[in-house]
């Protein structure tokens, strides 16, 4: 299987540098082989690629579109832990927060935006256990926040 880097430029992507915490905590910790991520916000190049909820002013594809930038970001800040993404083993588990509407039921399709990418980076070692949570807001009004759990070797 080829480097995850090589799979995320095949896929016209690339790690960001790491987001700067918005408030007093660290992007990433590792404990044993495993790395916990901080929430990590859509950001991209410092600014949110969206505001709102959604189900109103963020579509679901929109949203999605913005978990698949928190996975990266969050990604960039397992490599700022291990030092190369060909050292996951894993991605255990991801937590989507995704800021909605009270009628919008579609957290899990928005989560894919993340899930599905694991899956293309990581191969099965992408294949992880997943929460998608309905949040009434995140901050800086972010529409979606994706934190993950990430065994090491």
Known sequence: MSHPEEKLAELGLKLP??????AAYVPAVRTGDLVYTSGQLPLREG?????GKVGDAVTAEVA???AQQCALNALAAVKAQIGDLGNVKRIVKAVAFI???PDFTGQPQVANGASELFGQVFGDAGQHAR???GVPV????????IELIVEVG
């Not at 540098?17 to 918005?22: L, T």
């Not at 600014?47 to 505001?51: K, Q």
């Open 17 to 22: 540098e790491v987001a700067k915490p918005v």
């Open 47 to 51: 600014t949110l690629i969206a505001t």
């Open 64 to 66: 999605s579109e913005c």
């Open 99 to 101: 800021a909605s509407t």
């Open 131 to 133: 929460s998608a949570v």
């Open 138 to 145: 995140l901050p800086l009004d972010a529409p979606v926040e």
